[in-house]
């Protein structure tokens, strides 16, 4: 392949779709980069010629001409999708549009739309996946507050580039929105809820940040200060997550029906769990978890399957809420 030609797809890979867009200066200093050296007329002409055959858009408007693919353009110069690549976008699209605002996933659209295409033309079984794949939520599931597609694109984009982020944000308590400067540490998604972990600049502690609160977004290009033994999965497991009773965990040790709580043997509550079968009907087990709100909940609604053995303290606290729920029941009835 010629110099030429390897220029002009290492270009075409740099432009990217819209609304994004990359000017030839911007061009310029990349190709560079990859050892292309090529004055900005060049690539402009190179860009023209090009757009005859890709979906080239250009804004001549801007003082420096902006270019970028036609957002719902197919990508014509990657390699064709085989079958296990068509199954994995087919995936994506059945376990990911459920969990994000579609205007967040429409950069998305032409690879989902080819991939369905490729999975057709093979007359396979699997490009009928999506009529049989669904994706349910345990819990009540309500309703997704909407998400501003520019703020989590913002967001995105900070955290895999390790930048900070300034954020027009609401926070429940706070009496008006503030623009604020974000050191993303991690996304989790905590139906309904996206949350955005990280630290507020010139604020202590790491927060969390639900981004149907925050309204507008830019990426600052100013790395982001990270804690060195801050670990997305043992913040979870800490029991920040949840509405937290106290900073410190709690030795949890139950006695448990089978099978109604067999799938506690199957997907643990933390690391250091440990099981111990009884009888045919019962086993035991013991685990460290965080002293939250959602662990009250849960031993409430399984009160009926299990017994709490330790902490003294807890059990006497769920048999406290259960009996007020029972008496609130009966007074209820009696009215």
């Given at each position: 392949m010629s110099s030429t030609a390897v220029r002009y797809l290492t270009m075409l890979r740099m432009v990217p779709r819209y609304p994004k867009t990359i000017t030839t200066t911007e061009l310029a200093s990349r190709l560079k980069e990859h050892e292309f050296s090529v004055t900005m007329r060049s690539i402009q002409r190179d860009l023209e010629k090009l757009s005859t055959d890709f979906p080239l858009l250009v804004d001549e408007k801007a003082r420096q001409y902006r270019w970028s693919f036609d957002r719902n353009a197919a990508v014509?110069?990657?390699?064709?999708?085989?079958?296990?690549?068509?199954?994995?976008?087919?995936?994506?699209?059945?376990?990911?549009?459920?969990?994000?605002?579609?205007?967040?996933?429409?950069h998305l659209k032409p690879h989902f739309d080819e991939a369905h295409r490729t999975l057709?033309?093979?007359?396979?079984?699997?490009?009928?996946?999506?009529?049989?794949?669904?994706?349910?939520?345990?819990?009540?599931?309500?309703?997704?507050?909407?998400?501003?597609?520019?703020?989590?694109?913002?967001?995105t984009e900070a955290l895999l580039r390790e930048y900070t982020c300034k954020l027009t944000y609401q926070a429940r308590n706070w009496p008006a929105p503030e623009e604020?400067?974000?050191?993303?540490?991690?996304?989790?998604?905590?139906?309904?809820?996206?949350?955005?972990?990280?630290?507020?600049?010139?604020?202590?502690?790491?927060?969390?940040?639900?981004?149907?609160r925050a309204t507008a977004g830019d990426v600052l290009e100013a790395p982001i200060e990270r804690p060195e033994d801050f670990d997305l999965d043992l913040y979870i497991h800490s029991g920040a997550m949840g509405i937290l009773k106290s900073d410190k965990p709690v030795y949890l040790k139950l006695r448990c029906d089978k099978p109604t709580l067999n799938h506690l043997i199957?997907?643990?509550?933390?690391?250091?769990?440990?099981?111990?079968?009884?009888?045919?009907?019962?086993?035991?087990?013991?685990?460290?978890?965080?002293?939250t709100q959602d662990l009250r909940w849960w031993l409430t609604a399984q009160a009926e399957h299990c017994d709490i053995l330790e902490?003294?303290?807890?059990?006497?606290?769920i048999e406290s809420t259960l009996t007020r729920g029972l008496n609130r029941s009966r007074q209820a009835k009696a009215q």
């Amino acid at each position: 392949m010629s110099s030429t030609a390897v220029r002009y797809l290492t270009m075409l890979r740099m432009v990217p779709r819209y609304p994004k867009t990359i000017t030839t200066t911007e061009l310029a200093s990349r190709l560079k980069e990859h050892e292309f050296s090529v004055t900005m007329r060049s690539i402009q002409r190179d860009l023209e010629k090009l757009s005859t055959d890709f979906p080239l858009l250009v804004d001549e408007k801007a003082r420096q001409y902006r270019w970028s693919f036609d957002r719902n353009a197919a990508v014509d110069i990657v390699p064709a999708l085989d079958l296990p690549a068509a199954l994995t976008f087919e995936l994506a699209r059945a376990y990911l549009s459920p969990m994000l605002p579609p205007r967040a996933l429409s950069h998305l659209k032409p690879h989902f739309d080819e991939a369905h295409r490729t999975l057709l033309r093979e007359q396979n079984p699997l490009g009928q996946w999506p009529d049989r794949v669904r994706v349910i939520n345990r819990g009540l599931g309500g309703q997704r507050p909407a998400i501003d597609a520019d703020v989590l694109e913002t967001v995105t984009e900070a955290l895999l580039r390790e930048y900070t982020c300034k954020l027009t944000y609401q926070a429940r308590n706070w009496p008006a929105p503030e623009e604020i400067t974000v050191h993303p540490y991690g996304l989790i998604f905590r139906d309904p809820n996206v949350y955005l972990i990280g630290n507020i600049e010139g604020r202590e502690g790491v927060r969390q940040l639900v981004l149907h609160r925050a309204t507008a977004g830019d990426v600052l290009e100013a790395p982001i200060e990270r804690p060195e033994d801050f670990d997305l999965d043992l913040y979870i497991h800490s029991g920040a997550m949840g509405i937290l009773k106290s900073d410190k965990p709690v030795y949890l040790k139950l006695r448990c029906d089978k099978p109604t709580l067999n799938h506690l043997i199957e997907s643990p509550l933390g690391f250091d769990q440990i099981n111990t079968e009884i009888d045919d009907t019962t086993f035991e087990m013991a685990v460290t978890v965080g002293d939250t709100q959602d662990l009250r909940w849960w031993l409430t609604a399984q009160a009926e399957h299990c017994d709490i053995l330790e902490p003294a303290w807890l059990g006497e606290e769920i048999e406290s809420t259960l009996t007020r729920g029972l008496n609130r029941s009966r007074q209820a009835k009696a009215q």
